[in-house]
């Protein structure tokens, strides 16, 4: 075991990485589509944390009850889904309010001068 993924590393990169930070940009994108707050994202992976953390037990056997891999299993999905929110926050506010804001990179917008 190391410390970040069980058994296997190409079961960690597909399942948490691909689809569950899959799952979870596109989760961060609609939040911010919406106009969620900025605390919404991280109540929202709790459970898709817990369903991903199930699917690890049920498809390949993994520990269900490790609070560590459960622990980063959620950091990956949080850092995945805020990276969505971000972008998608970014872009909105550059192209809704153009006379008051312009890009400053792709996760951030400035006051427009």
Request: charged share 15%.
């Amino acid at each position: 075991m190391s410390l970040f993924v069980e058994d296997n590393l190409w079961i960690f990169m597909i399942m948490t990485v691909f689809f569950g930070g899959g799952a979870a940009f596109l989760a961060g994108r609609g939040l911010a589509m919406k106009w969620r707050p900025v605390w919404m994202p991280l109540l929202s992976m709790v459970p898709l944390t817990l369903a991903l953390r199930f699917l690890h037990f049920a498809l390949f056997d993994a520990d269900l009850t490790s609070l560590h891999y459960l622990i980063t299993d959620f950091i990956v999905l949080l850092a995945a889904c805020f990276l969505g929110y971000r972008l998608t926050l970014a872009s909105k506010m550059v192209r809704q309010y153009p006379w008051l804001y312009e890009a400053a990179g792709p996760l951030s917008w400035r006051n427009r001068s």
